[in-house]
């Protein structure tokens, strides 16, 4: 993995650490469901999300019952015991321990079956090739560097005709200031290779994050052999940004051939 500068650890376990420390303050992305979010699920009444705002259109997912569905940097047991109380046959990857540890506790609360794996997705996935028919992949490759191996591991490990739902930060987040009023990074905004970038992150207890241009969030989809189907844009759902409506989040659903 190499070591990130000024640190004896890899950006992956910042990441994981501070993603942790979030999930104790109460972030919001690190909040398992309800009991009764998980009956309403049940009953038909459920929304799923790959960013801040807006839900995934249900069509996005055609019929659920009995696909096998990998969540991708998906714990925390918000969206993977929906997709098991519609019938999905599911499978969580993330490399927070506190994001699995929720998994675990739904699943358990619940009764449902799961497969929770603690793991990097900086690293092969460990999962045979053409394994599942849905990847469910919310916003989280911002805190990893390379993003085309990851598209290149999602393909693989879908079957033909499956289907990617990706959640991805753009780049206008890391251009501003934190009033949103200024333009005053450099891009690509890496915290591995930039001192003063790392320092921001690291007054704010952000991890570490990284920019990505088009290029290599859609691009690097077109380049791993998927075919982009669908795609819509979203806000912070918060800040100046969100205020004046400029979208810094994309969401697409590509399939593989």
Known sequence: MGKTMGSDKSYQDINAETIDRWIENGWEWGKPISHEEYVKAKNGDWRLHLSPTKAVPKEWFGDIKGKKIL???????????????????????????????????????????????????????????GEFDMIFHPVSNCYVKDVKSIWKECFRVLKPGGSLLAGMDHYINYMVDDDEKEIVNHLPFDPTVNEDQRKQLEKDDSGMQFSHFLEEQI?????????????????????????LNIPTFIVTKSIRP
Do not use: W
């Open 219 to 243: 691009g690097g989809q077109l380049e791993a052999g998927f075919i982009l189907k669908a795609i819509y844009e979203d806000t912070n759902g918060q800040g100046r940004l969100h205020e």
């Open 71 to 129: 969540g991708l940097a998906s714990g925390g047991g918000q969206q993977m015991p929906i997709l098991a109380a519609l019938g999905a046959e599911c499978t969580v990857m993330d490399y927070s321990k506190k994001q699995i540890e929720s998994e675990e506790l739904v699943a358990e609360r619940e009764g449902y079956a799961i497969r929770i794996i603690r793991g990097d997705m900086t690293k092969p996935l460990p999962f045979d090739d």
